[in-house]
């Protein structure tokens, strides 16, 4: 688990001023669950690397397609999710 947190450290040195990109590659599909409705649900404790920097997002969370310019925590995590895991 301590290597795993410091690489997300490490990601989101490198990639904080990147979007969607940044908060994208710390993205696990194993970290989450797709619900019936099309939304995300954690599946334990992550930290997800944001575009202002990293967050934890805890299980019971979940996250739906957001409306054009909206975010959770300035990123698009169900979006991400969508394009990564289908």
């Known amino acids: 688990m301590r290597s795993r947190t ?3 450290l490490l990601a ?7 979007g969607t990109v940044a908060q994208a ?3 696990s599909c ?4 797709q619900n019936p409705d099309g939304s995300w649900t954690p599946v334990r ?7 202002r920097g990293p ?6 969370e979940v996250f739906h397609v957001q409306l054009q310019g909206t975010t959770n925590y300035g990123a698009n995590i169900a979006e991400s999710l969508n ?4």
């Open 45 to 51: 404790r992550s930290v997800v690397v944001g575009p």
């Open 55 to 60: 967050f934890s997002v805890e299980p019971g």
């Open 83 to 86: 394009a990564r895991c289908r």
């Open 25 to 27: 590659a710390s993205l």
């Open 12 to 18: 989101a040195a490198s990639l904080l001023y990147t």
């Open 6 to 8: 410091s690489f997300l």
């Open 30 to 33: 194993a970290d989450f669950r």
